[in-house]
């Protein structure tokens, strides 16, 4: 009998463990990764502009940008929705996608951008 409860427990724990990593897989999958505070959050149905969203501008963006990865120059800025967080997402020359908060230019994090790629693209099309 013990062994019964011993091998039932084992494989409920097994099963809890399964079903916490499909759980905690789930938002990577849905595209909700990466995900980070912001002051903005972008409505739904979203905005055919969400410049009208934005509080600062693209100016201050780059320039907040700049500032926390000092001489770098700007490549490319844009405007964009990111996991319902409005963001200005400002590409480097330092080869990093830096992503700044819409409301209040905080740098909420930045990633390797893969810039050069995105503009061959453009030019194949």
């Known amino acids: 009998m013990q062994k019964r409860i011993g091998f039932f427990g084992m494989g409920a724990l097994a099963l809890l463990a399964l079903l916490s990593l499909v759980l905690s897989g789930t938002r990577?999958?849905?595209g909700q990764d990466p995900s980070y505070p912001c002051?903005?959050?972008?409505?739904?149905?979203?905005?055919?502009d969400l410049s009208a969203l934005a509080k600062i501008?693209?100016?201050?963006?780059?320039?907040?940008?700049?500032?926390?990865y000092p001489?770098?120059?700007?490549q490319k800025v844009a405007l964009e929705n990111e996991n319902d967080c409005l963001v200005f997402c400002v590409?480097?020359?330092?080869?990093?996608?830096?992503?700044?908060?819409?409301?209040?230019a905080a740098v909420l994090r930045?990633?390797?951008?893969?810039?050069?790629?995105?503009?061959?693209?453009?030019?194949?099309?």
């Open 57 to 68: 501008s693209a100016e201050q963006a780059m320039a907040a940008a700049q500032a926390a």
């Open 39 to 48: 002051s903005i959050k972008v409505p739904k149905p979203e905005p055919a």
């Open 110 to 125: 930045h990633e390797q951008g893969d810039f050069e790629d995105e503009d061959d693209e453009d030019n194949e099309q």
């Open 91 to 104: 590409n480097l020359s330092n080869g990093l996608e830096v992503k700044v908060d819409a409301g209040n």
């Open 71 to 74: 001489g770098s120059k700007v």
């Open 28 to 30: 990577s999958f849905a």
